[in-house]
């Protein structure tokens, strides 16, 4: 304390800085170890417990854990049906069907051996996580996981067309990123082995039926004159239609799309 020209002025020592730089680094070593733990694992860290996937033919192959409480059916099959029909006529139809796969049959694929661990059984179906790393695989038939898989959708796409329509020529089939949908938002997916996993992506979860593989068909068909009560030997069936509709008539087109357990179907029709 000193005295200058009767004023009190009060001299006060700082903390020490070295101090205050270490209670500092204290404090941020603490909220860096907090963020640490809550944070979730980096891709490549082993928050999956299973090596099913990775063999001799698929060397570093990662599934996500099997878990039955994930599986979306009761059944060996899960499947997203979305079925967009395009008139471009009044007798033909531009079909495209999109198949979005979750879970297949072991029988279907000629994958009855793997053991997917965790709580499954036989009786379960093979996911997409394990169809995707398995692609290559020979089956028993000669054929692979892969041609099994595309085998299957085409037989699911004759199952929902049923017999209403007549195909024109065959069908375009393909992988797709992406179901377009109009009831619900579009599902994304993936025919990618190496960024389906929780430990390949961090921001997937650990769950073996996600993403699905998608797979669309495209075909033209004609539509079944019995479908709207009319006999196709009695003249050319578009121009039939045509003239009812310009005199004022109204056809309802009538047809069944059939699925089958494990499938949820939904369509959409783009009138011409």
């Known amino acids: 304390m000193s005295d200058r020209e009767g004023a009190m002025i009060k001299t006060v020592t700082p903390l020490n800085s070295t101090m205050r730089a270490k209670s500092t680094s204290v404090f941020l070593v603490v909220i860096m170890a907090i963020s640490t733990v809550s944070a979730d694992p980096p891709p490549g860290s082993p928050e999956v417990q299973n090596s099913i996937c990775d063999t001799n033919a698929t060397p570093g192959g990662i599934c996500d854990d099997y ?16 079925v967009q029909l395009s008139m471009e006529s009044a007798s033909e139809i531009e079909i495209e069907i999109f198949v979005a796969m979750h879970e297949v049959s072991r029988t279907q694929l000629g994958l ?12 379960d179906g093979i996911p997409a ?3 995707r790393n398995f692609f290559d695989e020979e089956t028993g038939d000669g ?10 959708v ?9 017999e209403n329509f007549e195909s024109i020529g065959q069908p375009v ?13 579009n599902l994304q997916c993936t025919a990618d082995s190496s960024i389906d996993s929780a430990d390949e992506d961090e921001f997937r979860d650990n769950d073996p039926f996600w993403p699905p593989i998608c797979v669309r068909s495209a075909l033209s068909v004609t539509i079944n ?3 709207i009560g009319m006999d196709d030997t009695r003249g050319n069936l578009d ?11 109204s056809v309802d087109l009538e047809f069944d799309l059939l699925v089958e357990p494990g499938q949820s179907l939904e369509m959409s029709l783009i009138p011409p």
């Open 225 to 227: 004159a019995s479908s």
């Open 67 to 82: 878990d039955s409480n994930l599986d979306g059916s009761i059944g060996p099959d899960w499947s997203q049906i979305a």
């Open 239 to 249: 121009r039939t239609l045509l003239g009812l509709l310009i005199m004022g008539a």
């Open 112 to 123: 009855q051996e793997v053991d997917l661990e965790g709580d499954s059984g036989p009786e």
């Open 129 to 131: 996580d394990h169809i």
């Open 143 to 152: 054929r692979t996981v892969s041609d099994r898989m595309f085998d299957e």
């Open 154 to 162: 085409d037989r699911m796409v004759a199952n929902v067309l049923g």
């Open 173 to 185: 089939t393909n992988t797709v990123s992406f179901v377009p949908r109009t009831l619900s938002s």
